[in-house]
């Protein structure tokens, strides 16, 4: 005869209590998963040579090309977040690059950063109203690895000194706290270390960003990092500033997006595309130009449309996301502002366009910058 196994009493109570833990900890994942799911189809990740969308998105993971314009915030233009996030809204545009500053407000030592009021006074009005307008913003830390630059002068050799170890271990710092503030918004495209670095060899700018990446993923593995070169971000100089890491150095979370900035004979459009694919192939890694533009202060009419019809072009055909440098009003005056070389535009006096030349890039901009995410029917 086989007779029923009876447990002891305290191995029953021992199974029992085990039962009820696991019950409460499925149920406490179940609610913060629950939770997270809220904004998860949101979330953007480096996958190869692209940006994609959330596996929780409507249609799932696929490539997202970033396209926005920069906002340099009481810089440029002054500060008016709702009505900024609407503009852009309106022309297609689906990012925003915010300019903040880790050290000095626009790098002017009279106007010293504490960061948290930073956070609270400069970049998070900005953030509610991007998350209001369904807009992603790049945090930008627009400061160039030096002492204030010479805007005259600006791309061409500086006299002011490189960052010291204090000041690096500062803007180190200074990215903990914003990466801490954000670790959680989706909002947030990613973290784009510094502006342009310049004047600085390019294992000692590989070297400092590598540090500032590390620090960062101790309080943010999540977030994409976008990373510029030693020399003013130039696409000519992504190989040589990232070429023998490119491909592992924010491992394991590789998910970080290589920025290059041009203007007008920094090189032709064509010179810029052989670089950014040349690398973008070569490490299977994403480049995105987080600065461009037409500088018509100093060179023609000429000059300007056809490096910007160019790059619109670059852009299309590789698929690169951009980030048109800057926005100067809320309103569209195509053939401004008035060209100072060949004396051609809407003036004198001078007409303003929201961003020159608003006739080639709002078109490009409809066409190219992918919809924001949507979360999968019935999630």
Not at 29 to 50: F, I, M, Q, T, Y
Not at 212 to 222: F, L, P, S, T
Not at 249 to 266: G, K, M
Request: proline share 6%; net charge neutral.
């Amino acid at each position: 005869m086989n007779y029923p196994v009876r447990l002891p009493v305290f191995a029953v109570r021992i199974s029992r209590t085990f039962f009820l833990l696991g019950m409460i900890a499925f149920l406490f994942c179940s609610r913060n998963a629950s939770a997270a799911s809220a904004d998860e189809h949101l979330w953007l990740k480096v996958d190869g040579p692209r940006i994609v969308t959330s596996a929780f998105s409507e249609g799932g993971e696929r490539p997202f090309i970033p396209v926005g314009i920069g906002y340099a915030r009481d810089v440029i233009i002054r500060a008016q977040d709702d009505a900024v996030m609407k503009f852009c809204k309106e022309r297609g545009l689906n990012t925003v690059r915010l300019a903040f500053y880790t050290r000095y407000f626009n790098n002017k030592k009279d106007r010293p950063i504490d960061i948290e009021q930073h956070i609270k006074d400069h970049i998070e009005p900005v953030m509610v109203a991007a998350r209001k307008h369904g807009l992603y913003v790049i945090l930008d830390a627009h400061e160039y690895m030096s002492a204030e630059i010479d805007e005259a002068t600006a791309r061409e050799k500086q006299t002011g000194k490189g960052w010291d170890e204090e000041t690096i271990q500062h803007w180190i710092q200074s990215w903990v706290v914003v990466a801490r503030h954000y670790k959680d918004d989706p909002y947030v495209l990613g973290y784009e270390l510094l502006n342009e670095p310049h004047d600085i060899a390019a294992e000692d700018a590989r070297k400092n960003y590598t540090r500032c990446i590390r620090a960062i993923r101790e309080v943010d593995q999540r977030h994409i990092l976008i990373v510029g070169n030693h020399s003013w971000s130039h696409a000519r100089s992504l190989e040589s500033t990232w070429g023998p890491v490119a491909a592992t150095v924010d491992a394991p979370y590789n998910n970080i997006v290589f920025a290059f900035h041009d203007y007008p004979t920094d090189n032709h459009p064509w010179i810029v595309q052989r670089h950014i694919t040349r690398f973008r192939d070569t490490h299977n890694v994403p480049v995105m130009c987080t600065e461009f533009g037409a500088t018509h202060w100093n060179k023609s009419e000429t000059v300007c449309r056809e490096f910007l019809a160019g790059m619109h072009t670059l852009f299309a055909k590789e698929d690169v996301g951009w980030m048109i440098w800057a926005l100067k009003k809320l309103e569209d005056s195509p053939r401004a502002p008035y060209n100072e070389v060949d004396k051609t535009g809407l003036g004198p006096p001078r007409q303003y366009d929201s961003c020159p030349y608003s006739d080639l890039w709002v078109p490009a901009a409809r066409i190219m910058a992918s919809p924001m995410p949507q979360p999968k029917a019935g999630s």
